[in-house]
């Protein structure tokens, strides 16, 4: 049985980690976004005393540099660079690739995953990379206790594995993952409770990051206080030693100023090109586009699309991290009148929404018409799909019977997100077609975390403007995320199509998933819980001279890959 919580768990953790370093970066302008200064004293990146460093302006500091506790995008970037898990992802895309696993095989029934492991390979202690590492790592998630068996603090693990080895909420499932066991020296079996067929990829997840036994022991990895909403790693191993195999080891880390790495010369394989990656953490976009021009930084993720044209005209790089989100518009179906699907209906056809794609969205924009993005297995090309058409929208609305056609309608304020760059632009162009079909419109605009989020995770939110960024390339992290249990945001639950994602998540043969998915998708646009409206591509800039870097879809980025010239 899936949680119905941990979405609203990752949601909301991802906008308090955005407030907090927002907050301290504040107190601190100045002092990071427009510093010329890097960690080998040298302006900008380049060589710097003869050694190349890359700078990469983020947009906030990491939380801990432990995958298994964290969820937000900045912590993730920093542990890909230093840890591996037993497969990855292809450059630039979803598909799963070896890493620290040359080879994988799964029994005839599903429940046993054997994998045949690198040779040669040791983590940044000196310790050998081995099958007992892997069983190590996993043992130890599996008997998280306490604090860490929040889902704010082990989101990644509940979400693939459900529980633990002894759930203390009962309302945790039994986990998927039974046991592993070092079937040789470099051979390691993982045995689950079901089959599943999102496990493998799932591993492709920094959480499954396999880290340095010794290390995680020595320096208290396990150590965790304050309590499950405010979780304090008190432990010094996510803050100065986290210990991986990956192409770059950890240097320093200065909060709200900069996280070094240097490069790992015992990489088992090809070294990384810089000598030393430097994160230096900065909020707010302006900023950051300030920081690239006056050549404190390199580079930078989510470039705002007001910001695309100038950064280009001035000879700026920009790189587009291929599609895979999906902005969308919540019904609240308890609600009188979206508890009718004639009005839901009425809505979605009275919604331009390539207007809004041209008018507010970067260049690769597209209008989504399902709750994936088009480059997953399982999108169906003959879902229902709700052309603008005012005319068609009244119509609906006559037949329906409906006389009252207020709406209260939520959008986040002071955020921005890759599926909704400017969340209060969008909801103007909505209201107004609204508005022109007869509909008489409340507006609700509130802070992302807690007001907004709270509300519409909730069902406090009868419509509002929210969207998903995949962790994954599987449907089931998309629909399955969605609707797989009932779900308080959507006041909506259709039992054929829980049973259909069910079927789904569980099937092993990939075509015959894709079918059921695509199944899904059909009902779900019947059924209009949303209104996907956008799909959009990430921007991220470089200065000219900073070459090789590759977007990925889920954000998996090889920074070993990366050469740097000195800025002119």
């Known amino acids: 049985m899936r949680s119905t919580t941990r979405r609203a768990v990752r949601a909301t953790r991802l906008g308090a980690v955005g407030v907090a370093a927002a907050l301290v970066l504040a107190a601190c302008a100045g002092d990071s976004g427009t510093s010329t200064d890097d960690a080998s ?9 003869g050694e190349e460093v890359l700078v990469f302006g983020a947009s906030a500091d990491p939380v801990v540099i432990d995958g298994a506790y964290v969820s937000d995008g900045e912590s993730l970037r920093v542990v890909r660079s230093i840890f591996e898990g037993l497969v990855t992802t292809e450059p630039g895309g979803t598909e799963i690739v070896p890493q620290l696993a040359t080879e994988w095989e799964a029994s005839d029934d599903g429940l046993e995953w054997t994998f045949q492991l690198r040779e040669g390979v040791t983590f940044h202690d000196g310790e050998p990379f081995d099958a007992e590492a892997v069983c190590y790592n996993f043992d130890r998630w599996y008997n998280f206790s306490g604090i860490q068996q929040s889902g704010n603090v082990s989101y990644y693990w509940q979400t693939v594995m459900g529980g633990y080895a002894e759930n203390e909420d009962e309302s945790l499932p039994e986990s998927l993952y039974a046991s592993c066991e070092a079937t040789g020296d470099l051979e390691a079996t993982i045995t689950l409770t079901r089959p599943s067929s999102t496990f493998l990829s ?3 997840l920094p959480a499954f990051s396999i880290a340095s036994p010794a290390a995680l ?3 208290g990895a396990d150590e965790i206080g304050g309590s499950a909403e405010e979780p304090q790693f008190t432990g010094t191993y996510g803050t100065e030693h986290p210990t991986g195999t990956g192409p770059f ?3 320093s880390w200065e909060r709200g100023s900069q996280l070094v790495l240097s490069r790992n010369d015992d990489y088992w394989g090809d070294p990384a090109i810089v000598q030393t990656l430097v994160f230096r953490p900065i909020a707010d976009g302006p900023a950051r586009r300030q920081a690239l021009e006056s050549g404190g930084i390199d580079g930078y993720d989510l470039v705002d699309p007001a910001d695309v044209q100038a950064l280009e005209d001035a000879g700026y790089q920009i790189l587009r991290r291929p599609a895979f989100n999906v902005g969308y518009i919540g019904f609240q179906q308890t609600t009188p009148p979206l508890d009718n699907p004639q009005i839901r209906q009425a809505i979605a056809h009275a919604i331009d929404r390539e207007n809004i794609i041209s008018t507010n969205y970067p260049e690769g924009s597209t209008v989504a018409t399902q ?6 297995f399982g999108y169906a090309e003959d879902v229902t799909t709700y052309d603008y058409d005012p005319e ?3 119509q609906l609305i006559e037949e329906s019977g409906v006389t009252d056609l207020t709406i209260d309608f939520w959008y986040p304020t002071e955020v921005s997100r890759p599926y909704m760059p400017d969340p209060t632009a969008n909801f103007q162009l909505i209201a107004e077609d609204l508005e022109a079909v007869g509909f008489t419109v409340n507006p609700i605009g509130a802070p992302w975390n807690p007001d907004f989020l709270d509300a519409a995770l909730s069902g406090g939110a009868p419509m509002y403007l929210l969207g998903w960024t995949g962790d994954f390339g599987d449907p089931d992290n998309f629909v399955g995320t969605f609707f797989q249990a009932e779900s308080p945001e959507w006041g909506y639950d259709n039992p054929e199509l829980r049973d259909l994602l069910n079927q789904a998540e569980a099937e092993t043969d990939e075509d015959a998933r894709a ?3 695509q199944e899904a998708n059909r009902i779900i646009m019947d059924d209009l819980p949303g209104l996907p409206y956008a799909s959009t591509e990430p921007a991220l800039a470089f200065r000219p001279g900073v070459e090789g870097f590759v977007p990925s879809p889920v954000q998996n980025e090889d920074f070993a890959v990366v050469s740097v010239e000195p800025a002119e």
Do not use: D, I
């Open 41 to 49: 004293g040298e302006a900008g990146g380049g060589e710097g005393g």
């Open 202 to 204: 799932a591993l492709s």
């Open 217 to 219: 022991e020595e320096y």
């Open 249 to 251: 080891q950890f240097e």
């Open 371 to 376: 709750f994936m993005p088009e480059s997953v």
């Open 392 to 394: 068609r929208a009244r």
């Open 515 to 517: 079918e059921l998915y």
